[in-house]
Every structure is written in structure tokens, then in C-alpha cells.
């Protein structure tokens, strides 16, 4: 499905998305960033044909992912729009998570007029509706509705 072209600066689009997510989640890894997105843009597809972000899914062992997210995520971070954190899991391992920088906490409408240059309203207005939504679900709704998305779209 096409992205719609980006009409300016920053981490573009997609980090625009990214940050208006972190503003309402909270906080997140980037494989549950990337998944929301996935879902973002396969419901935006099929109401208007063309996905929110530039991502260019790739099917991994959790999902479709995009390495890009990371460089995206950095440049929010550079621009101090969202923050990253170091976390450790019950393992060992160690993740990152990110959240948003809360000196720029506002209302949505402020928000995405401050910050969301390349998004349209009627395309903002899309994404806070399903993104309110989709965060209701579990990590678990989340691998079961990306599963059955990837198996529609493969045949």
C-alpha cells in the first residue's frame, strides 16, 4: 500500500505518529511502537488507500517490522520531543523503551497543531480515534490481530 508523501522536516511523518503515540501511551519498545503503526496504516489503507506512515513493512519472528523505527526514534529523541530509557528484563536482557518529553504536554488539537506539520486533521483525526482504541488492547490482541491482518494480505 502506498505512504502518503511527506511534505516536511524532522523524523517526517512517521515521528510525528510516533510522538502523538508516546503522548497518550506514555511509554513503549519500539516493537509495540511499530506494531501500532503496522495497524495504523492497514486500517487507514482500507478507508482511504494509502498508508499514515513511509514505513516499508518486513515480516520478522514478532511481526512486521521496519528497522527504520530506530533511526526515527532517535531523531525524536535528538529533537527532544520524546526520551529513551534502559530497561532490563527478568533475563538480563536489555531493551529501551520511550516515552514523551513531558514539557511539551498539551492538548491534542494544540499538539498536533505544534507538532504534526505533515499530518492533516482529517488523517489526525483518523489516527486518535482508532489509536484510542487499539491501546485499549492487550499485547496478546495485538499478535492476533496482526497475524490474521498478514494472513488476509498474503493470499
Known sequence: MPARPARGSGAGRTGEILAYILKIHKHASAY????LLYLLDYFHGQEFGYALTDLDY???????????????????VAENLIRSHVNYAASGREYVT????????????????????????????????????????????????????LKRTSK
Open 32 to 35: 509495540f511502537l511499530v506494531k
Open 58 to 76: 518486513r515480516q520478522y519472528s514478532f511481526g512486521p517490522f521496519d528497522e527504520r523505527i530506530f533511526r526515527i526514534l532517535q531523531a525524536l
Open 98 to 149: 520511550y516515552a514523551f518529553n513531558d514539557k511539551h504536554l498539551c492538548e491534542d488539537m494544540e499538539f498536533k497543531n505544534a507538532h504534526m506539520r505533515n499530518i492533516a486533521i482529517g488523517e489526525f483525526l483518523f489516527m486518535r480515534n482508532y489509536l484510542h482504541e487499539l491501546l485499549n488492547y492487550t499485547e496478546k490482541d495485538y499478535a492476533r490481530m496482526v497475524e490474521r491482518i
